[in-house]
T-cell receptor
C-alpha cells in the first residue's frame, strides 16, 4: 500500500501570495493532520481533520485554513504569505482520532521570498 | 519552556557503539511516538508507546515509556551508519478521558545522531 503522499514537493512563492498544499492519506485512514516544521525545530501542529470535519486547530493565524474531501484527501491553504511561513509542511494520517499510529508524508518544502 | 525536552541535542558515536536518547515531558504522556527524520524529509514512524512500563523493540532499536509516563528513552544497540538522522519524540498530552477529540502531537526539537564508520 502507498504511504501518505503530498504535493508539490517544493514550492517557491512571493510574499503576499496564496498557496495550496495537498495530501492523500494512507488508504483506509480517515484522519489527516497538518504540521509545520521550521529549520531546527520539531513539527508544530496546525490542523486535524476527521471525517471531513475540523477536530483541532493549533496556534496559527486565520491565514491558515484547510479542508478534507469525501475521499479523505486534504488541502492546506495559506493566504497572504509571509517570509516566516517558509517551512516544511508535513501531513500525517491515522485510522481514527485517538490512540492510533500516525504516519507522515514526505512533506512540501515552501520557500517564501 | 518546552513541554517536551529531548536530550542530548546531538550525539556522535562510533559505529558499533550503543546509545540512548531521552524524551522528558512536563505533563503526563498519554501516547509517545518515536520518529526518525532525514534532513529536510518526512518523518519515518518507529514506535508508539501508550502504557506505563511498555517497551517495544524493532531490529536494534528499543523504546520504553517509564511507569510514571513522563519520560521515554530510545536505545540503539550496535549502531550503524544507517541509524544516522534526527530522532524526534512526539507526545499525545491530551487525556482521552477528558473527551479531547483532537489528535495533536507535541514534538521535541529532536536529537541529531551521527554515526562514524
Amino acid at each position: 500500500d502507498a504511504g501518505v503522499t503530498q504535493s508539490p514537493t517544493h514550492l517557491i512563492k512571493t510574499r503576499g501570495q496564496h498557496v495550496t498544499l495537498r495530501c492523500s492519506p494512507i488508504s483506509g485512514h480517515k484522519s489527516v493532520s497538518w504540521y509545520q516544521q521550521v529549520l531546527g525545530q520539531g513539527p508544530q501542529f496546525i490542523f486535524q481533520y476527521y471525517e471531513k470535519e475540523e477536530r483541532g486547530r493549533g496556534n496559527f493565524p486565520d491565514r491558515f485554513s484547510a479542508r478534507q474531501f469525501p475521499n479523505y484527501s486534504s488541502e492546506l491553504n495559506v493566504n497572504a504569505l509571509l517570509l516566516g511561513d517558509s517551512a516544511l509542511y508535513l501531513c500525517a494520517s491515522s485510522l481514527a482520532l485517538l490512540g492510533h499510529e500516525q504516519y507522515f508524508g514526505p512533506g512540501t518544502r515552501l520557500t517564501v521570498t | 519552556s518546552q513541554e517536551l525536552e529531548q536530550s542530548p541535542q546531538s550525539l556522535i558515536v562510533q559505529e558499533g557503539k550503543n546509545l540512548t536518547i531521552n524524551c522528558t515531558s512536563s505533563k503526563t504522556l498519554y501516547g509517545l511516538y518515536w520518529y526518525k527524520q532525514k534532513y529536510g524529509e518526512g518523518l519515518i514512524f518507529l514506535m508508539m508507546l501508550q502504557k506505563g512500563g511498555e517497551e517495544k523493540s524493532h531490529e536494534k532499536i528499543t523504546a520504553k515509556l517509564d511507569e510514571k509516563k513522563q519520560q521515554s528513552s530510545l536505545h540503539i544497540t550496535a549502531s550503524q551508519p544507517s541509524h544516522a538522522g534526527i530522532y524526534l519524540c512526539g507526545a499525545d498530552l491530551n487525556p482521552a478521558a477528558s473527551g479531547g477529540s483532537n489528535y495533536k502531537l507535541t514534538f521535541g526539537k529532536g536529537t541529531l545522531l551521527t554515526v562514524n564508520p
